[in-house]
Nanobody, 122 residues
Framework: QVQLVESGGGLVQAGGSLRLSCAAS????????MAWYRQAPGKERDLVAG???????NYADSVKGRFTISRDNAKNTVYLQMNSLESEDTGVYSC????????????????WGQGTQVTVFS
């Protein structure tokens, strides 16, 4: 099985910064993609940023230029650096990993973290 542990959420004033981390562990053969999603109060969960194993990234338009996603392949960890935070960034941030499990035969798995709350106040 593959497990995810997230950290880094919290309460921050508008204009401030936070850094989220998500570490994957377990029976991992390789990680294909890692991403962060956000669910704002009363809204659906949306993609914030994603990164593939080769380093290609994509971002929601609302966070371009403010957020940066990165990964440490040796640690199976993905990070989300969030700068110039706005009240609209408030929500539960969840890590998502698409990986190949080291089973016989190998099988793809799509795993979600437990979510971490980010609250931005003015």
């Amino acid at each position: 099985q593959v497990q995810l542990v997230e950290s880094g959420g919290g309460l921050v004033q508008a204009g401030g910064s936070l850094r989220l981390s998500c570490a994957a562990s377990g029976s991992i053969s390789r990680i294909v993609g890692m991403a962060w999603y956000r669910q704002a109060p009363g809204k659906e969960r949306d993609l914030v940023a994603g990164i593939l194993s080769g380093g290609k990234t994509n971002y929601a338009d609302s966070v371009k230029g403010r957020f940066t996603i990165s990964r440490d392949n040796a640690k199976n960890t993905v990070y989300l650096q969030m700068n110039s935070l706005e009240s609209e960034d408030t929500g539960v941030y969840s890590c998502n990993v698409y990986a190949v499990e080291a089973s016989s035969p190998p099988r793809p798995v799509n795993v979600w973290g437990q979510g971490t709350q980010v609250t931005v106040f003015s």
